[in-house]
């Protein structure tokens, strides 16, 4: 069993959809929970990130963390045909210097 | 944000040949660097763990002789991938940690462009 797993589609939506990203995960020491977002041949972005357990806003993105089910989620409101990207979900426990666990990574297209 | 350059962005080798793949934080110091790699349509796979004047840390299955890293200052880490074959081609990307980010004891990690290499 992988540590995180993330559905990698690809999921295609409409202009303006919600869209729900989640990421599940068996190691209960993680804390730090984040999203990244890459386009194409680029290198990932850091979207959101979350310490321990609950939610967080930013714009049009929301990240949700529920420690006790082991389950991540990112949403994305009134999608735009520019948030197609791969979303990837990231975790790490304390004190491992920054060391990151991926999700596989999620392929999303919003379609004008 | 914090800016790190990832040089060559892609390069085109013979079977046999070695690559050095450089990776700089532009305007932050960064004492521990990471190396990924990354094939299509799958997950950043962690492959070592570069800090800045030790050796560095590899991953388990991760040819420590095989791919060679150098963490010579704070700003630069290399990545050479020595007697390449055509099973390494891939995309390599490098993250560098920054201290003074957003995130909390473990720093924010900022990454490269990455370097696609094909090995022909």
């Known amino acids: 069993q992988k540590e995180v797993e993330q559905d990698p589609g690809p999921l295609s939506v409409p202009e303006g959809a919600i869209v729900s990203l989640n990421c599940t995960y068996s190691n209960s020491a993680f804390q730090y929970f984040m999203w990244y977002r890459q386009y194409s041949r680029k290198g990932p972005e850091l979207l959101m990130y979350?310490?321990?357990?609950g939610n967080k806003e930013d714009g049009r993105f929301t990240a949700q963390v529920d420690k006790s089910s082991k389950y991540i989620s990112l949403f994305i409101r009134d999608s735009q045909p520019s948030d197609s990207a791969t979303y990837l979900c990231?975790?790490?426990?304390?004190?491992?210097?920054?060391?990151?666990?991926f999700g596989q990574g999620t392929e999303l297209s919003v379609k004008p | 944000g914090a800016v790190v350059s990832q040089h060559p962005s892609w390069v085109i080798c013979k079977s046999g040949t070695s690559v050095k793949i450089e990776c700089r934080s532009l305007d932050f110091q960064a004492t521990t660097m990471f190396w990924y790699r990354q094939f299509p349509k799958q997950s950043l796979m962690l492959m070592a763990t570069?800090?800045?004047?030790?050796?560095?840390?590899?991953e388990q299955g991760v040819e420590k002789d095989k791919f060679l890293i150098n963490h010579a200052s704070l700003t630069l880490s290399t990545l050479t991938v020595t007697s390449a074959h055509p099973e390494d081609s891939s995309f390599y990307i490098c993250?560098?940690?920054?201290?003074?980010?957003?995130?909390?004891?473990?720093?924010?990690?900022?990454f490269g462009e990455g370097s696609r290499l094909t090995v022909l």
């Open positions: 570069s800090n800045e004047g030790s050796k560095a840390t590899y």
């Open positions: 990231a975790m790490s426990a304390n004190n491992q210097g920054g060391k990151l666990i």
């Open positions: 993250s560098a940690r920054d201290l003074a980010g957003v995130l909390p004891d473990t720093g924010e990690l900022f």
């Open positions: 979350t310490y321990s357990s």
